[in-house]
């Protein structure tokens, strides 16, 4: 058992979704990872043991302080575990985990994003922020416009959803909407061209 | 009938109140406490000997709907019959557990609801201390009998000064509350603060008792509470030591020593306590979630005064906006939004308010050219009153005037004869009134949690218990344990 500090349990504790109580071992059946409880019962005449809660801790505290090792045991008459880290954890976990958080984070670059492309006549409203797009006060609603209908300076013509707060975003000019560049309830970019009006 | 507190004044004793099921994991765990991971505990909470039990507050309620989709009325029930101790449960006022602004139908409904499930002090508090928001309450309370506690929210800036807050409590001494609180919710309160603030507090409350709820992020709380000991307040809100301190409250076990160095040490039961805290810091160790540490004193905390809950919060926010590296720009930003907007106080859900109009002002490079709707409800006074007055260029700039005449409940039309058109005569007030807060998809198919604690049960069973850790995903590739005659043996 080597005695060296590792974040050995912080790191795997990371890829799991925290603040779950879990009670049971989730077994999915397709997964490498499968956890097999193996419930031996031996005679059942043997002497009825006790652990205590005392007991339960004073083990957890020695397999934290234990840190990173490839094999743990402890033994007393009435109890004893051993566990190893030995072999390799699949990679398909970490990696898997791996894959989402990169996917999050590069979904938005990857989104094309129709950038201001101003023709004379035209006036683009653009997103003031990352956020989401809705074209209707609320789901049950009519949308604000359509594209042909005839807007002013302060008619609402989307509402823009940033750290979920809504913006209700007015036209700024006069004008008709020519088109509508993004879909209701779509996640938008800063900046992002929302609709266009011909002036 | 419910007995009156007479305990108060210099001598007698400074009484505990619970918050470990409730603020103590809102603060810590992201308010994820589940009904199973309480009732082992409830014994010894009952015996410690404190005042009051807090459990339930506006995050409780959403947090178990929203994610733990457990059902909040068999919870409450389900305590309040397990805790001889008077339980006491705390909403936002006319917003109850949300943050938009309820009719007073439901607001009445919603405290029926509460006093039937045995709560018997109902905590309610504005967040623009605007207490014609709280008035619907204290009527609905006192109508089932409950007792109530209005509380008075602390914040810092030139227009909360101990005048503000002395004008508040004495609107709450007309109300004829029970108790007056001082919640402080981002830990901003010093001593020397309290020294003045506390005793002109006891002064104008006339004989109502007083209540301190601070928080622990500046690292001065346990200081407070002594100014508040020394000044007369009755009661302090606390937590078990394991889930005090950070963004959480005090520790139960700190406060005694003090008010027994002071003179005021109410009779505590130590080793219910000690097993109390035990038993949470195994709940931490086992399921992975975190203990209250204390934090060092931080002068940043007073310029941008965001609740320690919410910086992590928003750090996560920026990450996800990829604007993380702009964090100072913006914590400095919600400093200048917060004074153009009339010093609204940093709690939910004008924190948010404030934060995003901070982000929208820095990321736009020009201020107020985007300004949520929210905002504009707040500039117009459609939640209450303001505390100062908001600058004329955000008012231009948002195209609102600021008419706080009407009291906001008022705005809103009854809502309960609709929802029994719709649900139908059959469904329960409690259903009825989860339709009221949610949608459906929300409202509809929670599990009743006190099953779960029932079927666990209270006593921990040593061996199952350290299953459940080694089970909790580990890097373990394969665990062999045997215990008297069961062997069990897993490997991934």
Not at chain 1, 21 to 33: A, E, G, R, V
Request: net charge positive.
């Amino acid at each position: 058992m080597a005695i060296k500090k590792s974040p050995l349990t912080k790191a795997s504790a990371k890829l799991k979704p925290k603040l779950k109580k879990k009670t049971k071992p989730k077994i999915k059946p397709t997964s490498p990872l499968k956890k097999k409880p193996i419930v031996k019962a031996k005679k059942a005449t043997a002497p009825v043991a006790t652990i205590s809660m005392q007991q339960v801790k004073e083990v957890i505290g020695l397999i934290k302080d234990a840190g990173h090792f490839n094999t743990f045991s402890y033994k007393t008459p009435e109890f004893e575990i051993e566990i190893e880290v030995g072999n390799k954890r699949s990679p398909e976990v970490s990696s898997s985990i791996n894959l989402v958080g990169v996917a999050q984070t590069t979904t938005p670059q990857a989104t094309l994003v129709s950038k201001s492309r101003s023709q004379a006549g035209h006036f683009e409203v653009l997103s003031p922020m990352v956020g989401t797009f809705y074209r209707r006060p609320n789901p049950t609603s009519p949308p604000f416009v359509e594209i042909g209908s005839k807007v002013s300076a302060n008619t609402p013509v989307c509402i823009v959803e940033v750290m979920k707060l809504l913006n209700t975003i007015a036209a700024e000019h006069a004008g008709t909407i020519i088109d509508i560049c993004v879909t209701d309830g779509a996640t938008i970019e800063a900046g992002q061209v929302l609709m266009v009006i011909e002036l | 009938m419910l007995k009156k507190p007479v305990t108060q004044g210099p001598s007698a004793p400074f009484q505990m109140i619970d918050v470990t099921l409730r603020d103590a994991h809102q603060c810590l765990w992201s308010t994820r406490m589940t009904t199973a991971q309480m009732y082992p505990a409830l014994d010894n909470i009952d015996r410690a000997g404190y005042g009051y039990i807090n459990i339930l507050g506006g995050a409780v309620f959403d947090v178990m709907v929203r994610f733990l989709r457990e059902d909040p009325w068999k919870r409450m029930a389900f305590l309040s019959r397990e805790l001889e101790t008077p339980t006491d449960a705390l909403t936002r006022g006319q917003s109850i557990y949300t943050f938009e602004l309820f009719p007073d139908d439901v607001v009445d409904l919603n405290i029926a609801l509460l006093a039937e499930s045995g709560i018997k002090v109902l905590t309610v508090y504005d967040a623009l201390n605007d207490n014609r928001n709280i008035t619907s309450s204290i009527v609905s309370g006192k109508k089932q009998g409950m007792l109530i506690n209005a509380m008075l929210t602390y914040a810092l800036s030139p227009v909360h000064d101990d005048a503000y807050f002395v004008a508040r409590a004495k609107e709450l001494v007309d109300l004829k509350v029970d108790f007056i609180s001082v919640k402080d919710p981002t830990g901003l309160l010093t001593p020397e603060r309290g020294a003045t603030l506390f005793p002109a507090l006891v002064a104008i409350a006339k004989g109502i008792p007083l209540k301190l709820h601070s928080h622990c992020q500046s690292g001065l709380a346990p200081l407070v509470y002594e100014e508040a000991i020394k000044a007369g307040f009755s009661y302090g809100y606390v937590a078990t030591n394991c889930l005090a301190n950070g963004a959480s409250l005090p520790s139960v076990t700190e406060v005694l020593a003090s008010a027994a160095r002071l003179g005021r040490a109410p009779k505590m039961n130590l080793s219910a306590l000690q097993e109390v805290d035990d038993y949470f810091a195994w709940i931490c160790t086992r399921d992975s979630l975190p203990q209250g540490k204390k934090l060092a004193y931080d002068p940043a905390l007073y310029e941008h005064q965001i609740p320690g809950g919410m910086i992590s919060n928003l750090r996560a926010q920026l990450a996800t906006l990829g604007i993380a590296h702009r964090e100072q720009e913006i914590l400095e930003e919600t400093a200048q939004v917060r004074k153009d907007l009339g010093y609204p106080i940093l709690v939910s859900p004008f924190a948010q308010y404030i934060v995003t109009q901070a982000v929208l002002n820095v990321m736009q490079g020009e201020r107020y050219k985007t300004i949520p709707d929210e905002v504009k409800l707040y500039l117009r006074g459609h939640y209450g009153k303001l505390a100062g007055q908001a600058s004329a260029e955000v008012m231009a700039r948002a195209g609102v005037e600021y008419d706080p005449s009407q009291r906001p409940g008022d705005f809103i039309k009854p809502a309960l004869s609709n929802l029994r058109k719709q649900w139908g005569k059959s469904v329960s007030r409690e259903q009825l009134c989860l339709h009221a807060f949610y949608p459906s998809n929300l409202a509809l198919g929670l599990h009743d949690g006190t099953l779960v604690a029932l079927k666990q049960g209270k006593q921990l069973e040593p061996f199952a218990e350290l299953m459940k850790y080694l089970v909790q995903g580990k890097d373990f590739s394969r665990v062999k344990t045997r215990f008297g005659s069961v062997e069990l043996s897993f490997s991934y």
